[in-house]
């Protein structure tokens, strides 16, 4: 908890622990984020559902789930938790396939949705490497849903709710300079505790989640085998060829299109002195 | 000019269905989008997406194409394609836009895409390009009932502007038709490797020239029976000597691309991926290109019109593969179509399919058929008005 109260002092991007060695299961982080956000409840069902875990993906009012995963550890089974919560990736695929701009990352970290702007085409939904932004499809005017990485308490000096109230320090909130040298020096002191790998270090070009875990990532529910470089990439390569093309193939088909009529018009008057 | 048509029961099916599908499209508008569709958080685009706008504009592909074909490289025997292809591609994206206000969660936000600036987005380029290339088909084809009502100043600037306007919209439908494909670049974790390729915008791109003759060869046919004129065989047997070699070439580049890209394997691995692959190549691309190699289908009505349906068909499962069929998000995930989304697109389908046959039959679309009765004006020239501004015949 040492390092998720303090205060972040500048405009540095900022970027949260994960650690899930230390998650106790105890879904404080679910409840604070439905308490700051404002999301209602949702039914479930204890045992006839999907078991301790509850609900059984995001959704439109679950922002971040912690996910129960029982795990083959040998000898003996093994139950681990996982997170799923938005990435904010530093350059992220939504916002780059938003054609309003109403997905966009902000300075400090957050990428963040402006209903005002959304024409409700959901391509963020389709793009996000993670599967996380979700939809009320059964509302009148329906909004994307994801974690706002609390933007509105970053913006004045707070960390995440969910930060704010982890009881065993699974969360930590800081700098990602920082959070980047926090993880890597807890999985060099206890390599016994930690798989030598922090998801979201390099996923997609990086994220401002950083993962840690006891067990392979793919274990725990998390999508594994994402490439190393931005997502907006894949389209960029394309997108940024829209001018010149359309200048190059605007001149070429107007001069075929003046040879044609040139021609025609030598026929024509062939015909009339003939 | 005279605008009534007597309705025959072809007409009085598509309203039917037009009648279907407006009630449920009512129930979408009222309750949500929730009720009618079974797209959910992780198939967000499902069959109106992939029918209703990807399908719809490829098969639009026909209006640039052979638009290009004519005026750009000067292929002068296809003039008389060149009307219906125009209509054709004007109601196909007028279809692909009204499925968009239904597909939209916000449709009353879209002009939003108007004033925003987001180049890095694929579906802002679409967005403006669809736009904008509605908006020339609109102009180009708007000289046939001006010249037809007798407005001869609003005709005359439609033909002054028609060259500039037809070279924009060949160049705007190579950029959408592309970039339709750049956006599913974007998700090559979610795209089975069969269909994720990098080389997605040119597949997209030649898919849709590859639509081109197809649909006009099935307009023409269509056409010569419904409104009872003879077919111009000749000119078809050409066309469809162009259809197949840009069958064959896009099979070859299909497949190259999926050897090139190491993905093969894929072919032989027994998945439903597999059989879906297999339908699209075999049915769709295979068996049409056969058929056509052979000059008794080309000059054949029903060769030609089995070797074009499959051609249509075979794009139809090509964009459902990419953008639907193709994607697996969790394995416990899974979408199908709902009735009252498959009934929805229908009725659009069916309504663009009316408003053609009204068109063709109150409007001089085919060369092939007399002028429609009308009074003689100064304004009216006797050639096809979308032979340009020069006016040549």
Redesign the interface.
């Known amino acids: 908890m040492s390092t998720s109260t303090a205060k972040p002092s500048t405009a540095k991007p900022k970027a949260m622990i994960q650690d899930n060695t230390r998650c106790i299961g105890c879904r404080a982080c679910m409840v604070a984020c439905k308490s700051w956000n404002e999301r209602p409840e949702d039914h479930t069902d204890f045992f006839a559902g999907d078991g301790y875990q509850n609900p059984?993906?995001?959704?439109a009012n679950n922002y971040t789930l912690i996910t129960f995963n029982e795990v083959v550890n040998a000898p003996k089974p093994d139950w681990v938790f996982g997170r799923q919560l938005c990435m904010h990736c530093i350059q992220p695929?939504c916002?780059?396939?938003?054609?309003?701009?109403?997905m966009f990352k902000t300075d400090l970290g957050p990428v963040v949705f402006d209903e005002s702007?959304?024409?409700?085409?959901?391509?963020c939904?389709?793009?996000c490497?993670f599967?996380i932004p979700?939809?009320d499809?059964?509302?009148?005017?329906?909004?994307i849903h994801k974690c706002t990485f609390c933007a509105d308490r970053l913006e004045v000096g707070l960390e995440p709710a969910c930060a704010k109230v982890c009881p065993t320090g699974a969360i930590t909130f800081g700098d990602r300079d920082d959070m980047v040298v926090e993880a890597k020096r807890r999985i060099a002191a206890a390599p016994g505790t930690y798989i030598p790998e922090i998801y979201g270090l390099d996923e997609v070009g990086g994220t401002s989640v950083l993962h840690l875990s006891s067990v392979p990532f793919e274990q725990i529910g998390y999508?594994t085998?994402?490439?190393k470089t931005p997502?907006?990439d894949?389209?960029?390569r394309?997108?940024r060829m829209?001018a010149p093309?359309?200048a190059f193939?605007?001149a070429v088909?107007?001069a075929?299109?003046w040879?044609?009529?040139r021609?025609?018009?030598h026929q024509?008057s062939e015909g009339e002195h003939s | 000019m005279n605008w009534r048509i007597r309705l025959t029961w072809w007409d009085k099916t598509l309203l039917a269905i037009m009648a279907i599908g407006a009630i449920f499209a009512f129930v979408r508008f009222a309750?949500?989008?929730?009720?009618v569709?079974n797209?959910?958080?992780?198939y967000?685009?499902g069959w109106w997406v992939g029918y209703g706008i990807m399908t719809m504009i490829a098969i639009g592909g026909v209006g640039f194409t052979i638009t290009?074909l004519v005026?750009?490289?000067?292929v002068?025997r296809y003039h008389s394609f060149v009307r219906p292809a125009v209509l054709m591609a004007f109601l196909c994206y007028a279809s692909a836009i009204t499925m968009l206000m239904v597909e939209?969660?916000?449709?009353w936000?879209?002009w939003?895409?108007l004033v925003?600036?987001?180049?890095?987005?694929?579906?802002?380029?679409?967005?403006w390009c669809a736009f904008l290339y509605l908006s020339v088909l609109a102009l180009e084809f708007a000289q046939v009932p001006a010249e037809e009502a007798g407005w001869g100043r609003v005709f005359r600037i439609l033909r002054a502007i028609y060259?500039p306007i037809?070279?924009?919209g060949?160049?705007l439908s190579?950029?959408h038709q592309?970039?339709l494909g750049?956006?599913m670049?974007?998700?090559?974790?979610?795209i089975n490797v069969l269909w994720w390729s990098?080389n997605l915008?040119l597949l997209y791109l030649f898919s849709a020239m590859m639509a081109g003759p197809a649909m006009a060869i099935l307009e023409h046919l269509a056409a010569a029976r419904w409104l009872g004129f003879r077919p111009r065989m000749d000119l078809l047997a050409g066309l469809a000597k162009i259809e197949m070699w840009l069958v064959g070439l896009f099979l070859a580049f299909q497949m190259g691309d999926l050897f090139y890209r190491g993905a093969a394997d894929a072919m032989f691995i027994p998945s439903w991926f597999a059989v879906s692959f297999w339908i699209e190549i075999g049915l769709g691309l295979m068996l049409p290109f056969v058929l056509l190699l052979m000059p008794e289908v080309r000059e054949t009505r029903r060769g030609l019109a089995t070797a074009c349906a499959l051609v249509i068909a075979g794009i139809l499962l090509h964009r459902l593969n990419v953008a639907v069929i193709g994607l697996r998000?969790?394995h416990?995930e899974t979408y199908f179509p709902s009735v009252g989304e498959v009934m929805i697109t229908l009725a659009i389908t069916a309504a663009a399919m009316f408003a053609f046959g009204y068109f063709a039959r109150i409007l001089p679309i085919h060369e092939e058929l007399p002028p429609p009765e009308k009074k003689p004006h100064p304004a009216a020239h006797p050639a096809g008005v979308l032979r340009?501004a020069?006016g040549?015949s």
């Not at chain 1, 499809?137 to 909004?143: D, I, L, M, V």
């Not at chain 2, 670049?185 to 979610?190: E, N, R, V, Y």
Request: aromatic residues 10%; contains cysteine.
């Open positions: 059984r993906d995001l959704n695929a916002a780059s396939a938003c054609p309003t701009t109403a702007r959304c024409i409700g085409c959901r391509a939904m389709q793009a490497p599967i979700k939809y499809y059964e509302s009148f005017a329906p909004k999508i085998g994402l490439p997502m907006p894949l389209t960029h394309w997108l829209t093309v359309f193939l605007y088909f107007g075929l299109n040879i044609v009529r021609r025609m018009r024509k | 309750t949500g989008i929730g009720t569709a797209i959910n958080n992780a967000p685009w290009a005026e750009i490289f000067g002068e939209l969660g916000r449709p936000m879209v939003m895409v925003s600036w987001a180049p890095t987005s694929a579906l802002y380029e679409v967005g060259i037809m070279l924009l060949v160049t190579h950029l592309s970039s750049t956006l670049t974007l998700i090559p974790h979610k990098d915008p998000v969790r416990w340009g020069e040549v």
